[in-house]
């Protein structure tokens, strides 16, 4: 069975269980946040600007927000993402076509150099396991890879103003991993060459090549 085969058969849930908290931040009707989010793509469309990828992995797809502009952008690539087993999740993604499959990003289910983009958008904060992640990221990867992760001082600064999660000093639930720019830049720069970092508030946002 091909790579895009497994992915359009989507898996009934297993075992795994999503870590993190359920607010879907890419569709907020809130100004502020909507403000944050669109300079956030904004800065993901910039990093693909130097791409032109025919297959594509993005993991840690969610309700798949990112997927659907990345599908838009290169309609000619192949596409698979993945996530943790959720049945929510397995639904939408048959609802909106989406080609993707349940897997743990630490034991990815692809030969070596599989993809020439892979995407990690805000899902290695959540990983208990980052660098067996980014390993396996590069093991599939043969050219790009473009990940992002919440600014955490920055983060939980914005929560605590907000008055959220303050028993945890407003770490968002899920949160296992912190980086500041510098600290998430040379996490990637273990396993790839760095291009470009990006900071669309609270954010870091990384291009790296293999």
Not at 37 to 46: C, E, K, V
Not at 117 to 123: F, G, K
Not at 146 to 173: C, H
Request: aromatic share 8%; hydrophobic share 45%; proline share 8%.
């Amino acid at each position: 069975m091909s790579t895009t085969e497994r992915a359009a058969a989507v898996t009934a849930p297993g075992g795994a269980t999503p870590t993190g908290n359920t607010y879907d931040k890419y569709a907020t009707t809130n100004p502020i946040e909507r403000r944050m989010m669109d300079g956030f793509m904004a800065s993901l469309d910039r990093m693909l600007d130097p791409v032109r990828p025919r297959r594509i992995l993005e993991i840690g797809v969610g309700e798949g927000h990112v997927m659907h502009r990345v599908r838009e952008r290169f309609p000619d690539a192949t596409l698979v993402g993945l996530d943790l087993p959720d049945a929510a999740l397995a639904d939408m993604w048959r609802a909106d076509g989406l080609p993707c499959m349940f897997a743990d990003a630490t034991r990815l289910p692809f030969a070596d150099r599989t993809f020439d983009l892979v995407m990690a958008i805000e899902v290695l904060e959540h990983v208990p396991q980052p660098d067996a992640a980014l390993r396996e990221l590069a093991r599939v990867c043969s050219a790009t890879l473009v990940a992002s992760v919440p600014f955490e001082p920055i983060w939980r600064a914005g929560n605590m103003a907000r008055r959220r999660y303050l028993g945890d000093w407003g770490n968002t639930p899920g949160h296992v991993n912190h980086w500041t720019r510098r600290s998430f830049a040379r996490f990637v720069g273990t396993r790839f060459t760095v291009r470009d970092v990006a900071s669309p508030l609270p954010w870091t946002m990384v291009r790296a090549t293999a």
